[in-house]
């Protein structure tokens, strides 16, 4: 089974820096990775699919990049609303997830 | 505008079976671009992928579950569901349905999620 790593797994921010999160998978996987945001009492929200592919609607500010191995999530200038928990995902018929990287302020 | 629901008991006790349905309005289980997942959060904790369903009935489920989880699909009421047996404690969590891309496996539309607890 491939596993899903995140580096790292709390991240202290404060609004208008520059984020990144890595996420590492055991085998490579090509660009099936996904990128979701959740907050607390909510269901998560996609952010990016295809490593790098960003979902109708979500804000320009992230971005995200890597094929095979290792992959990263930036996001270009922190908001007051993006301090939530984010996930990787391997994007298969039984699609796993990373374990989350909680960005607080 | 796409809305998926879960509804389902809240309390089950160990070793029964745990049932929820995903209604899906503004949009038809029958489309074939989509699969029907479900994904599990315990408090606290990480997403877990649960399964997929496509319309046509073909299933795909996480090995780990496997052996209990059965997911159906009701294509007249557009609605799918989940079964998963032999609950234990361990199964308490927050239970998502989600909209499931065919092709990419992503989940771009969610339910709002249904805690369900394993109590005696």
């Known amino acids: 089974d491939i596993q899903l790593t995140q580096s790292p797994s709390f991240l202290s921010a404060s609004v208008g820096d520059r984020v990144t999160i890595t996420c590492r998978a055991s085998q490579g996987i090509s660009s099936y990775l996904a990128w979701y945001q959740q907050k607390p009492g909510k269901a998560p929200k996609l952010l990016i699919y295809?490593?790098?592919t960003l979902q109708s609607g979500v804000p320009s500010r992230f971005s995200g990049s890597g094929f095979g191995t290792e992959f990263t999530l930036t996001i270009s200038s922190l908001q007051p609303e993006d301090f939530a928990t984010y996930y990787c995902q391997h994007l298969n018929s039984y699609p796993t997830f990373g374990p989350g990287t909680n960005v607080d302020i | 505008q796409l809305q998926l629901q879960e509804s389902g008991p809240g309390l089950v006790k160990p070793s029964e079976t745990l049932s929820l349905t995903c209604t899906v309005s503004g949009g038809s289980v029958s489309s074939s671009s989509y699969y029907w997942g479900w994904i599990r959060q315990p408090p606290g904790k990480g997403l877990e992928y649960i399964g997929n369903?496509?319309?046509?009935?073909?299933?795909y489920y996480n090995p780990s579950l496997k052996s209990r989880v059965t997911l159906s699909v009701d294509t007249s009421n557009n609605q799918f569901s989940l079964k998963l047996s032999s609950v234990t404690a361990a199964d308490t969590a927050v239970y998502f349905c989600?909209?499931?891309?065919?092709?990419?496996?992503?989940?771009?539309?969610w339910g709002q999620g249904a805690l369900v607890t394993v109590s005696s």
């Open positions: 295809a490593a790098s």
């Open positions: 989600a909209r499931v891309l065919v092709g990419w496996y992503c989940s771009d539309f």
């Open positions: 369903i496509y319309y046509s009935g073909n299933t």
